[in-house]
């Protein structure tokens, strides 16, 4: 299994606020390759699927409903320790409870609406990744 990658996907709501090129900027900046992105737009059911894990949580239909409200970037990014180096540049769920300079504290409005989605392991990474993204896509 490869270790050095996480998936992320810039929510809805950052994409709507045009915040997808500062982002994009954070991101680098924190020396992170990208492997693999594409705007996109997940359906109910792809929305319902990739967040299957929480299927049982009071939020879940709210959560469906907002990730598929809109065009998001997913994306496969590279780095060494890259699952956990960046859940520390994204920050808390709660984006109140976010660490300044994240890029939740930044640009996340919610707990539901925060800007950003982080892998949190290796094997939900690569999950994650094969969701959205072939082989053929990854350089
Ligand atoms: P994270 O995205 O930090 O990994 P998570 O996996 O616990 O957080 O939850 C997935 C998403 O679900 C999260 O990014 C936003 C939404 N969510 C989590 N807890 C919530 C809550 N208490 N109320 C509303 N939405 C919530
Ligand atoms: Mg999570």
Redesign the pocket.
Known sequence: MVTNRTFTMIKPDAVKNGHIGAILAQINAAGFRIVAMKLTQLSPAKAAKF?EV?KERP?YG??VDFMSSGPIVAAILEKENAVEDFRKLIGA?DPAKADPGTIRALYAQS??E?AV??S?SDENAQIESAFHFSGVEEF
């Open positions: 967040y929480h939020f709210e959560l769920t707990m539901g925060n989605h982080g949190d």
